[in-house]
T-cell receptor, first 113, second 113 residues
Framework: NAGVTQTPKFQVLKTGQSMTLQCAQD?????MYWYRQDPGMGLRLIYY???????DKGEVPNGYNVSRLNKREFSLRLESAAPSQTSVYFC????????????FGEGSWLTVV | DQQVKQNSPSLSVQEGRISILNCDYT??????FLWYKKYPAEGPTFLIS?????DKNEDGRFTVFLNKSAKHLSLHIVPSQPGDSAVYFC????????????FGKGTKLSVIP
């Protein structure tokens, strides 16, 4: 049972480069999320998708774009990476109505130099 | 402005004793609270939750207490085990079905054998 799968696990980017973090869940969940975690900080919501076909900004959306490709997949794109985007990124999913628990992937470590 | 605060960055407890992790919140609209546990290089995993209509919820060795008037909740782990060593995040939302969770910065628990 894979749950929430993120790729890549590690990535080093140069300032100004672009990249996409991929996420897929196999739990047939309606809602999906992207969080970032910085040292000494809690998890902060970047974007979420309440259901297939919808996306909404979270607490820290600047510098990011997302795509809910289908019910399973939710990608996060950095168009022009900045050192401030060095962080650990977590994808998550939740069943939606009637399901309160958010399930997280293992994280993607991104360094922008 | 931090709406969910975990003021103790770390806590050390002897194996077999009680661990008490604390969390304070400022937003009186929060009415659903969760605790997540996170091991290094893994995503957070759901531990236990509580709705504001309750003041206590228990699941095995884990109990969460909610004091609404003080805007305070705590997680009790009894007895503590070395495998409980992890970072614990408190999270809050407005409504159990809310798409947005607000996380605290986490408390690193070390259980000493």
């Amino acid at each position: 049972n894979a749950g929430v799968t993120q790729t890549p696990k590690f990535q080093v980017l140069k300032t100004g480069q672009s990249m996409t973090l991929q996420c897929a869940q196999d739990m047939n969940h309606n809602s999906m999320y992207w969080y970032r975690q910085d040292p000494g900080m809690g998890l902060r919501l970047i974007y979420y998708s309440a259901s297939e076909g919808t996306t909404d900004k979270g607490e820290v959306p600047n510098g990011y774009n997302v795509s809910r490709l289908n019910k399973r997949e939710f990608s996060l794109r950095l168009e022009s990476a900045a050192p401030s985007q060095t962080s650990v990124y977590f994808c998550a999913s939740r069943q939606g109505v009637g399901g309160n628990t958010i399930y997280f992937g293992e994280g993607s470590w991104l360094t922008v130099v | 402005d931090q709406q969910v605060k975990q003021n103790s960055p770390s806590l050390s407890v002897q194996e077999g004793r009680i661990s008490i992790l604390n969390c304070d919140y400022t937003n009186s609209m929060f009415d659903y609270f969760l605790w997540y546990k996170k091991y290094p290089a893994e995503g957070p995993t759901f531990l236990i939750s509580i709705s504001s209509i309750k003041d206590k919820n228990e699941d095995g060795r884990f109990t969460v207490f909610l004091n609404k008037s003080a805007k305070h909740l705590s997680l009790h782990i009894v007895p503590s085990q070395p495998g409980d060593s992890a970072v614990y995040f408190c999270a809050a939302s407005i409504g159990a079905g809310s798409y947005q969770l607000t996380f605290g910065k986490g408390t690193k628990l070390s259980v000493i054998p």
